[in-house]
């Protein structure tokens, strides 16, 4: 039996790093005797969870460029450069069978290293709406699995596969979980649960929201989990109270997701992805200051299609309380959001996508 060999590249932040590590473990399980390494950023958070997750990684040299002018943005074609030489190093002494792509600064020069080496590349694009590096590497790369319908504009439609974001598979039967969840989070369970997301860093315009409404939430009988990001969890956890806990990062997402009734999010690809999956009703708060606005357009991608609802950051100081009220009280309402954004989900997506790393591996070796 053949033991392949398999790049993994996706960083930066956890909706790069999770999907990855997603991937590995189902090659892992298609694949038990695989060599698997990963490559990111080496001053990024994938150089802790990577290894976490039993995974060797390497880093490169690389950073994104800022919006402003400064020694950041001057330093980048010399980091570039370093971290092409580096990818060209770890591929020629690795020798992968495919290399793999899921965001993040190290996948530009791995994936361009690649490439041009004629190792296969398959790249997996998270958001509705490409970031540039995906346009330029989609270009040469052998395979595209997409999230999102209607991507021709951006990519071949002879490389792309719509297969949905990987997404943890404990999270698949969450309704089992329930009581589980109530217990362990000793929460009332005559009560409705808020849970509010706003990334592993936290948002503060969704942080601003809760503790401006947090009184007027918990006068409606409902008491809220509260993941308030490590970046403010110092400045938030005062309001840690009988009704309100106040946590910088929560590690059982499947009991979470059991025990909430409603949910508030951000709009990251993997978030919208998971929630789909989760299939509880949510209000959607996309950060307006990402490339491309593309929380905004993954967000909507659920919205149209009834299976969730949506809120401006300008909007929130007038009309979230009584979006939230109006919610709370339709149960039919709540329904129908759940009915239709389970219709959107993808659980089988981790599966599919090492399907189309499969069929590279197989074109590779001529085997039709």
Not at 163 to 173: E, F, K
């Amino acid at each position: 039996m053949t033991k392949y060999k398999f790049i993994l590249s996706g960083g930066g932040t956890g909706g790069h790093i999770y999907p990855a590590i997603a991937i590995a473990n189902e090659l892992m399980l298609r694949f038990p005797d695989a060599e698997i390494l990963f490559v990111g950023a080496q001053d990024k958070m994938e150089m802790q969870k990577v290894p976490q997750a039993g995974y060797a990684i390497k880093g490169l040299w690389i950073s994104g460029l800022q919006r402003k002018i400064n020694l950041q943005n001057a330093m980048f074609p010399f980091k570039l450069v370093d971290s092409l030489w580096k990818s060209r190093k770890i591929i020629t002494a690795f020798k992968p069978d495919v290399v793999i792509g899921t965001g993040g600064f190290a996948s530009g020069p791995l994936l361009q290293m690649a490439n041009s080496m004629n190792i296969p590349t398959l790249i997996q694009e998270q958001n509705s709406f490409p970031g540039i590096t995906n346009k330029l590497l989609g270009k040469k790369a052998h395979s595209i699995c997409v999230a999102y319908e209607n991507l021709e504009r951006f990519f071949s439609k002879n490389k792309m596969c719509l297969t949905g974001n990987p997404v943890r598979q404990d999270l698949i039967d969450i309704d089992s979980k329930r009581e589980q969840a109530i217990e362990y989070f000793k929460l009332d369970p005559n009560k409705k649960t808020l849970l509010v997301l706003g990334g592993s860093l936290g948002a503060r315009r969704i942080n601003q929201l809760i503790e401006k409404s947090r009184t007027n939430i918990i006068s409606q009988e409902v008491q809220i989990i509260w993941q308030c990001g490590k970046l403010y969890f110092e400045e938030y956890k005062k309001y840690e109270a009988h009704n309100i806990q106040v946590v910088p990062f929560i590690e059982k997402m499947d009991l979470v997701y059991a025990a909430a009734d409603i949910i508030i999010s951000r709009a990251g690809a993997s978030s919208v992805s998971e929630l789909c999956i989760v299939g509880k009703p949510v209000i959607y708060i996309p950060s307006p200051n990402v490339a491309e606005d593309h929380q905004t357009k993954n967000a909507k991608a659920i919205v149209d299609q009834g299976g969730a609802l949506l809120l401006k950051e300008y909007e929130l100081d007038t009309v979230f309380e009584t979006v939230f009220k109006e919610l709370l009280l339709d149960t039919e309402k709540q329904k129908q959001l759940s009915a239709n954004c389970k219709a959107l989900a993808r659980p089988k997506a981790t599966q599919d996508i090492v399907n189309e790393i499969v069929k590279l591996i197989e074109k590779k070796k001529g085997v039709r």
